[in-house]
Nanobody, 116 residues
Framework: QEQLVESGGGPVQFGGSLRLSCAAS????????VRWFRQVPGKERELVAG????????NYADSVKGRFTISRDNAKNMAYLQMNSLEPEDTAVYYC?????????WGQGTQVTVAP
């Protein structure tokens, strides 16, 4: 069964760091583009970062450029989001997404809470 499982969220102080992990199983992870999204209650899900299937191309939302880094290890079927210089505005549930053409897989989300 296809599955994405996020981990690594939690509470952190303003200016701190967290690394989110996304573990994939049940599909050919290395063929899929991976993206991280985040969502706060009452707002639309926001694209944070994306990485190509081979890992050579990345893109970021303007709000996180220079602070967040997306990466992946296809040998381990893992993706990561390194988050530095965290701000209260980064507080959200973070979701991992893998997609290829019209096939999308989502994780269950992991909560990140940044204290001021």
């Amino acid at each position: 069964q296809e599955q994405l499982v996020e981990s690594g969220g939690g509470p952190v102080q303003f200016g701190g760091s967290l690394r989110l992990s996304c573990a994939a199983s049940g599909f050919t992870f290395s063929s899929f583009i991976v993206r991280w999204f985040r969502q706060v209650p009452g707002k639309e899900r926001e694209l944070v970062a994306g990485i190509s299937a081979g890992g050579t191309n990345t893109n970021y939302a303007d709000s996180v450029k220079g602070r967040f880094t997306i990466s992946r290890d296809n040998a381990k079927n893992m993706a990561y989001l390194q988050m530095n210089s965290l701000e209260p505005e980064d507080t959200a549930v973070y979701y991992c997404n893998a997609y290829l053409y019209t096939t999308h897989y989502w994780g269950q989300g992991t909560q990140v809470t940044v204290a001021p």
